[in-house]
């Protein structure tokens, strides 16, 4: 079986405004950041309201995610999770199926 290699794929999507606040509200909740940064230990961590739909890999999306998105990939200030699919399903959000949020870490003092 051999891989096929996408040339083009349209990762652009819209959120509804009420979707949208849900979404964030819930990856912005004090237990959900404990969690990241129980799992990533550090002290802080911070939502940045980036968010993506990862994408098949071709040779302009080497990473899974959009080029634009690649240079927070490549960082040790940031960290990409996977949007856990109950908080899609609570914000309402079915198309795309799947996102991927943009955390920053900080350190003491920078929140």
Same mark, same amino acid.
């Given at each position: @079986? ?5 040339? /083009?794929?349209? $990762? $652009?999507?819209?959120?509804? &405004?009420?979707? %949208?606040?849900? *979404?964030? /509200? *819930?990856?912005?909740?004090? &237990?959900?950041? /404990? %969690?990241?940064?129980?799992?990533? %230990?550090?002290? %802080? ?8 739909? !990862?994408? !098949? ?7 899974? @995610? !959009? &080029?634009?998105?690649? #240079? +927070? ?11 856990? !699919?109950?908080? @899609?399903? $609570?914000? #309402?959000?079915? #198309?795309? $199926?799947? *996102?991927? &949020?943009? +955390? ?8």
């Amino acid at each position: @079986m051999s891989l096929k290699i996408v040339q /083009n794929f349209d $990762s $652009s999507f819209t959120l509804e &405004a009420q979707a %949208q606040k849900t *979404l964030f /509200n *819930l990856l912005t909740s004090d &237990a959900f950041l /404990n %969690q990241i940064r129980q799992q990533l %230990q550090c002290e %802080q961590i911070k939502f940045t309201e980036l968010i993506f739909q !990862p994408v !098949p890999y071709s040779l302009t999306t080497t990473k899974g @995610m !959009p &080029a634009d998105f690649e #240079k +927070y990939h490549e960082s040790d200030e940031y960290t990409i999770i996977n949007v856990p !699919p109950n908080f @899609m399903f $609570s914000a #309402k959000i079915f #198309k795309p $199926s799947r *996102l991927c &949020a943009i +955390y920053q870490k900080l350190g003491n003092g920078e929140f």
